[in-house]
């Protein structure tokens, strides 16, 4: 189906911000903005568009709304007041409930995994871990290689305290507690999802 | 009684930009006393600073001559230069003001001969230029001034070089003091106009940081015979001809973190400037960036003739960054071209930012006390004692400004023959 008149309404309703989206003026300052912006298929401006013509295809099967790395750049200079950055992951949630995220798309790979099992485990992040598993995402060889070119960050990193070279073992003071909440979150984002 | 019943006729209009001097006109022609206050050492507002009118492209000194002609010939209009209003009480039909006028140095005996100006040889950033070029410390704005009557920095009045100042009219007086006056006036016409909009808030596009970026009013300047360049269209960094220019719309505008509301005027403005270039370099290249263009109502015929002009290009973009080439010093303009896509960066000899209006009684020309009521912006609008008229309002283009003001006359008629 080319378009699907239902799917900017569903948008606005199910995905998170989503009804934002009505108030973009198409002015491109986002898209221009993103420091990744010459490697998005479609800038956040075009996904609005597309999500706005019921181009639901196009918008959830795109790599475009993995590409946003959370600088916040456009949300600040966005002259409606878009929270883009959060209407843009809002939107990869969404494709990924639609059941149209592809689980090896290496932002969502990192996303759902690597990063999500690191913190839930524990309570806390522990960044040498997770650092690692970033940098051997594609492989043994690209993780090495990877590792030498970061080299000099890392040990400056080290020098001012910045990463802790020691994996955090153990879980955090009050892990139930954490545990709890978590489980109580993914209950009322199931619910909601459901509701959808 | 008689007394009385002047005194409660006479309108006070406060600013003499072309919205204030048309009110004035106005109701002093059919037999109204009116005061009009203006803060700057002479009439005619921000228009005085246009080097050309859209749509006629004419030069905007003639309409205000004719305003300052009828202004001359009527004895029911006093003039204040250099006054603020500072307190304001009543109601409408009986209001006493406190106007504080400050010392000019200069009376009215001066015939503008400019011998005191040629002695003078103290330097300051001239204000009428955005602080572009330097003048005299004594002198007057501009040729075409009205009052035609030189004035004097305050600073340099306390200089000893300003006692020894030539005239041969007698008229400079470094002892001058400012002066209170209470008046009582029927009604009060608040007309303070604008202000460009601080392009230094606009931070991604660098002015004040990047040397050639500029902004609409300066340009106006730079075009004009009298601006810092003798009309030329110079490049700051380097003096070079300005033969690839990019202009910027809404810069400031519709926009959240800025000012929220259009202009209205900020984009005929540009394609007024596209002109100016084109008319001085006629193998220029203009482009215009926009997210939409705005040529209110009639002014569509202007827009479609600057359209024909294949030496303007026009970017459906809002910019999102300014960058500078640290040797050449050439602004280089990047955002997404939203009708292609594509994202591009684009360097020039200058850059100019469309910058907005915003109401001068926001901010530096509030009404005092509590007799005027605000929209959400700033804008003097219905609802309180004083009445607005012109860019104090709303944002107008002049003829807009001067049929809002004949208006606005009226009322203040009305309003002034109330009783309180
Ligand atoms: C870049 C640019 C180009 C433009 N070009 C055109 C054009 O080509 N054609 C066109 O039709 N319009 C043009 N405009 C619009 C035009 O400038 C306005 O319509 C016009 O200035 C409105 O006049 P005004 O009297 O309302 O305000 P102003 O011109 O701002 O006059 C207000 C007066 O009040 C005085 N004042 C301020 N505060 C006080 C105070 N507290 N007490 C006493 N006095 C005070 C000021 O000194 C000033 O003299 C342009 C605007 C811009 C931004
Ligand atoms: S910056 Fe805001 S208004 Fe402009 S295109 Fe992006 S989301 Fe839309
Ligand atoms: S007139 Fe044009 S440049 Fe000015 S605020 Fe309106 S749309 Fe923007």
């Known amino acids: ?13 199910n995905s998170e911000m989503g009804h934002w989206i009505k108030m973009c003026k198409q002015c491109g300052v986002c898209a221009g903005s993103c420091p990744l912006g010459p490697h998005w298929e479609y800038s956040p401006r075009q996904l609005f568009q597309l999500v706005r013509g019921g181009k639901k295809e196009e918008v959830l099967k795109s790599q475009s709304m993995w590409m946003c790395t959370s600088c916040y750049n456009c949300i600040v200079r966005c002259p409606r007041g ?6 843009v992951h809002g939107l990869a949630r969404y494709a990924s409930v639609k059941g149209y ?4 798309q290496v932002t969502n790979r990192f996303a759902t995994k690597i990063f999500w099992t690191n913190i839930v485990s524990t309570g806390r992040v522990g960044e040498a871990m997770l650092t690692m598993r970033l940098y051997f995402v594609d492989g043994l060889a690209a993780g090495i290689q990877r590792g030498l070119e970061m080299k000099d960050s890392a040990l400056g990193m080290l020098m001012t305290k910045r990463l802790n070279p020691i994996p955090f073992r153990g879980k955090i003071k009050g892990y139930a507690g954490f545990a709890a909440m978590i489980a109580k979150a993914q209950e009322l984002e199931a619910k909601r999802e459901a509701g959808a | 009684m008689a007394d009385d019943q002047a005194a409660s006729r006479t309108i006070l209009v406060v600013g003499g930009g072309i919205s204030g001097l048309t009110a004035a006109v106005e109701a002093a022609e059919v037999g109204h006393t009116v005061l009009l206050v203006e803060r700057e050492p002479q009439l005619g507002g921000r228009v005085s600073q246009h080097f050309q009118y859209f749509p006629k492209l004419c030069s ?16 029911r209009i006093r003039v204040l230069t250099l006054a603020e209003v500072e307190a304001i009480s009543g109601q409408e039909g009986d209001f006493t003001v406190r106007i504080r006028q400050h010392p000019r140095f200069v009376t009215e005996k001066c015939t503008a001969c400019g011998e005191c100006s040629k002695a003078c040889t103290t330097m300051v950033a001239n204000p009428f230029n955005f602080g572009m070029d330097q003048v005299k410390a004594i002198r007057n704005s501009h040729p075409m001034a009205y009052p035609n009557c030189y004035f004097m920095d305050a600073e340099y009045a306390r200089s000893a070089e300003a006692r020894t100042l030539p005239c041969p009219v007698g008229a400079i007086d470094p002892d001058m003091q400012a002066t209170v006056l209470e008046e009582h006036v029927g009604s009060i016409v608040w007309a303070t106009g604008w202000r ?24 106006e300047r730079l075009a004009n015979s009298y601006g810092p360049t003798s009309g030329r269209l110079l490049r700051p960094s380097d003096g070079k001809e300005v033969k690839k ?19 209205r005027v900020c984009c005929l403005a540009s394609m007024k400037q596209a002109t100016y270039v084109r008319e001085q370099y006629p193998d220029a290249q203009v482009t215009i960036y926009y997210i939409d263009l705005r040529a209110m109502d009639r002014y569509e015929g202007f827009q479609k003739k600057v359209e024909a002009d294949p030496g303007i290009t026009w970017i459906k973009s809002k910019p999102a960054r300014i960058d500078e080439d640290p040797a050449s010093k050439d602004p280089i303009v990047i955002g997404e071209n939203t009708l292609t896509g594509i994202r591009y960066a684009d360097s020039y000899d200058m850059v100019v930012l469309a910058t907005g209006m915003e109401p001068t009684s926001a901010t530096t020309a509030r009404v005092p006390g509590h ?50």
Request: charged share 15%; net charge neutral; glycine share 8%.
């Open chain 1, 101 to 104: 995220a592809d689980p090896n």
């Open chain 2, 371 to 420: 007799s005027a009521a605000y929209d959400e912006y700033g804008f003097v609008v219905k609802g309180g004692q004083v009445l607005s008229s012109g860019c104090a309002a709303s944002p107008l283009d002049v003829a807009g400004a001067v049929q809002a003001s004949t208006a606005v006359a009226l009322k203040a008629i009305q309003a002034a023959a109330k009783r309180g």
């Open chain 2, 196 to 219: 460009p909009y601080d392009a230094e808030k606009i931070q991604p596009y660098g002015f004040g940081r990047h040397v050639n970026v500029s902004t609409n009013m300066r340009f």
């Open chain 1, 1 to 13: 189906m080319a378009y699907d008149l239902s799917f900017a309404q569903d948008v606005y309703k």
């Open chain 1, 82 to 87: 878009l929270p883009i950055t959060h209407i």
């Open chain 2, 245 to 263: 220019i990019a202009f910027i719309q809404c810069a400031g505008s519709r926009d959240h973190n800025h000012l929220p509301f259009c202009s």
């Open chain 2, 60 to 75: 905007p000194s003639c309409g205000l001559e004719i305003n300052y002609q009828r202004v001359k010939n009527n004895p």
